[in-house]
DNA sequence: GGTTTAAGTAATCATTCGATTACAACATCC
DNA sequence: GGATGTTGTAATCGAATGATTACTTAAACC
């Protein structure tokens, strides 16, 4: 996820300048952009708004820190762009879900779900989104971005945003998937608490305390494993 | 809430010394500690941890920075105190509800719940305990307190603190309230919810929004006209 | 080949912030 | 009433950080 830095590798022959310059591969800005917003991603949503630098989002860009500054014009709307982000992909998540059902791709995964919570559409598709939700925990910078964003309401601009992104996924899950408003509710609930499982980084010590064990297990359910190796990829990043 | 600062207030007479040293009451240690530790979770909730300055707490206290530090050490056992303190009192809030309960003191309480969702001891505390914890929303800095520390997870102290927290509070429901796994999760994420929607201050823009309206007041019941209230306060001491 | 444009960095600046030091004032004890 | 400990502040320091400026160098254009 986040790449490393690289000089420019010559060809076997000294430097071709005196003076050894760091230069990062020469790509177009907007493909620059994109990564920088990924690396953003996984930055703020380690270290929250305030508690992250344009330095270190550069480093994990692999690029100089005004570099940074100078695409985004400020740490505010580079955290607001990476903020839009992974709400736009949350969104297309969730999105993807709806339409993959109503097109019937699903039957095998419809298998697998709970009968025992109802065999309706917005039953259905509130578990499928649930399954969906936990895979992006895969990724670990989307949903922390946006925990990020929602404990930053403060920053004006942020929270504003922030609210508007979360009305935006409640209104999604009830008009388009089609929950009434206390199972949307229950739904976004459940999809908090996973959101402070993973920021007390409660599964880095699954193995070692049975109360996590049993709250995660509880959690997450099929997705645990997943989960759990995900932890440890980035345990083993830092 | 937030106390202001006040020099020593003259006896009308012209100040004591020609340098005039805004100098704060002189109170006991151990209240002063007291007092800064109610001052910085106001502005821990406010703010994060990184997003804080110890400066800001000392204004809110009504004393100077350095003595912040002084008392404290570091910045960062000053949050973790803090966080125990909030920690604290929402075990003890939870606590008490049990006792209460256990004591048959509440059977004026018990007429409002919710009789479909169950009469058993547990789901009757769940429902109290959900009470419980939105009375806390009104104090407002207790409950982002937590929620701070639970996206500070990066910072190994706090993480650790956090998760620790964060488990006793899961026994507690489950243990002592004697939850199911299944329902003390459901109790969490709605907690959780809840913290959420404060963080990105949904109730500021309850008149002006109805999806936000129909949220708050799903998640929130009777509880709200307090939050709505607690949320306009706190905007005019802003 | 020479010019222009786009992609990128080094150097540095002004603030901010946590922490330290040194000192002032009040209370208490003998 | 002087010594002593407690409660507090002013002044300041060094490090970190967001932003700016002034360059460099590679690519694209003609």
Redesign the pocket.
């Known amino acids: 996820m986040s790449s490393v830095?690289k000089k420019?590798v010559g060809t076997g022959a000294p430097e071709?300048?005196?003076?050894?310059?760091?230069?990062?591969?020469?790509?177009?800005?907007?493909?620059?952009r994109a990564l920088i917003l990924e690396a953003a991603t996984g930055v703020f949503a380690e270290r929250g708004y305030?508690?992250?630098?344009?330095?270190?989002?550069?480093k994990a860009a692999?690029?100089?820190?005004?570099?940074?500054?100078?695409?985004?014009?400020?740490?505010?709307?580079?955290f607001l762009e990476a903020l839009d982000r992974a709400q736009g992909k949350l969104l297309r998540a969730f999105r993807e879900v709806i339409a993959a059902y109503d097109a019937g791709e699903l039957t095998e995964e419809l298998q697998h779900l709970d009968a025992a919570a109802g065999s309706g559409r917005p039953e259905q598709l509130k578990q499928l989104m649930a399954i969906a939700y936990a895979d992006l925990i895969e990724d670990r910078g989307i949903l922390m971005m946006l925990m990020q964003a929602f404990v930053a309401g403060h920053e004006p601009a942020i929270g504003a945003r922030a609210r508007e992104g979360f009305l935006d996924i409640y209104r999604l899950v009830r008009d388009e998937a089609g929950l009434l408003p206390e199972t949307a509710r229950d739904f976004l609930a459940q999809g908090m608490l996973m959101n402070t499982l993973i920021g007390i980084r409660l599964p880095e010590i699954y193995e070692q305390d049975s109360t996590a064990e049993e709250l995660l297990e509880c959690t997450l359910r099929s997705k645990l494993p997943m989960v759990l190796k995900a932890s440890k990829a980035q345990r083993r990043a830092g």
């Open positions: 830095a420019t071709t300048t005196s003076t050894s310059q760091a230069t990062a591969e020469r790509i177009p800005a907007a493909q620059r305030a508690g992250s630098t344009t330095d270190q989002v550069a692999g690029i100089s820190q005004p570099y940074v500054v100078r695409m985004f014009g400020t740490k505010e709307t580079l």
